[in-house]
């Protein structure tokens, strides 16, 4: 355990912790960031001279990532973004010169200036005069004097696990609600008494007479077509007309008396050569 940073962490612990809890705004989250900065700064410390420590110690402070969100507690800094808040923070809390802040937020001292001066302009903005924000920066001052028992019990016990290189405590992982499964018993409950519900409000069944199904080995007997809905009843009712019907037209034909005389028939070509006649007869020699 190095002497000169134990003597280091217990003169600059309390002064962090109130810096970064008036960036974020959170307690816990203040502690938790700090102590990371303390164990990065452990191993920095050990190859950088003594004069380079603050500036380091703060730069490892500012890379929390606590710092870069949230909102401070405080109603005159609520007014303030976290860039110029911090800015502001580096002067009246950390005590540092323009040099070392604009060094610790890695810009240079006249980014630094400009970024202090826009935080002045907000502040303004917000109806807070000089003279309140040297009243805030005294009653900070005694903050940082006048921290609780258990914050600076807290605090020195986290110096102490730094020092004797212990491992940062992992989060406890949040308990799981019982809540969501007593929910999804409940709704299975519920199901179940509504299923067992179907059969106890349901009707009686009505009882169906036995049914007569016909036997399988005996065949359909064929039933003859009705007369009346056959397609040619005309002419089924009179078979004698049909023959008549066919011949209608050209017997029509006929009977108009247009139609020419019908020509004898020929004599066939195997037929036996008729008798002369009389006449012939008389002619011959």
């Given at each position: ?5 134990s ?5 600059i612990?309390?002064r962090?912790?109130?810096?970064v ?10 502690e ?6 303390m ?24 890379a ?30 950390a ?6 802040a604009?060094q ?38 005694r ?57 106890l ?7 169906v ?10 065949s359909?007997?064929p039933?003859e ?12 009712a009179a078979?004698?007309d049909e023959?008549?019907?066919t011949?209608?037209?050209?017997l ?33 020699p």
């Amino acid at each position: 355990m190095s002497p000169a940073l134990s003597a280091f962490l217990r003169g600059i612990e309390r002064r962090a912790f109130v810096f970064v809890e008036l960036q974020c705004g959170d307690d816990e989250a203040a502690e938790a960031a700090l102590g990371r900065a303390m164990r990065a700064f452990r191993g920095l410390s050990a190859v950088s001279p003594l004069s380079a420590w603050p500036a380091g110690f703060w730069s490892l402070l500012m890379a929390q990532t606590e710092l870069s969100g949230g909102e401070s507690q405080v109603p005159e800094l609520s007014a303030l973004s976290s860039g110029p808040r911090a800015a502001l923070l580096l002067r009246i809390v950390a005590g540092l010169d323009f040099p070392h802040a604009a060094q610790v937020l890695g810009v240079s001292e006249t980014t630094y200036r400009f970024a202090l001066q826009r935080a002045l302009q907000q502040l303004g903005d917000g109806d807070i005069s000089y003279a309140a924000l040297s009243a805030l920066r005294e009653r900070l001052h005694r903050q940082v004097k006048t921290l609780p028992e258990d914050r600076t019990a807290s605090l020195a016990a986290l110096r102490q696990r730094v020092l004797q290189g212990e491992a940062e405590a992992e989060p406890r992982p949040p308990q799981a609600s019982p809540w969501p499964g007593r929910l999804l018993w409940t709704v299975l409950v519920l199901l179940a008494l509504a299923f067992a519900a179907t059969f106890l409000l349901s009707p009686e069944p009505r009882e169906v007479g036995p049914q007569v199904l016909p036997p399988e080995n005996v065949s359909a007997v064929p039933v003859e077509p009705d007369p009346v809905t056959h397609p040619d009843f005309a002419l089924l009712a009179a078979p004698d007309d049909e023959a008549l019907a066919t011949e209608l037209a050209l017997l029509s034909w006929v009977a108009s008396g247009q139609a020419d005389p019908l020509p004898e028939p020929a004599p066939a070509a195997d037929a036996p050569d008729a008798q002369p006649s009389t006449t012939e007869a008389d002619d011959a020699p």
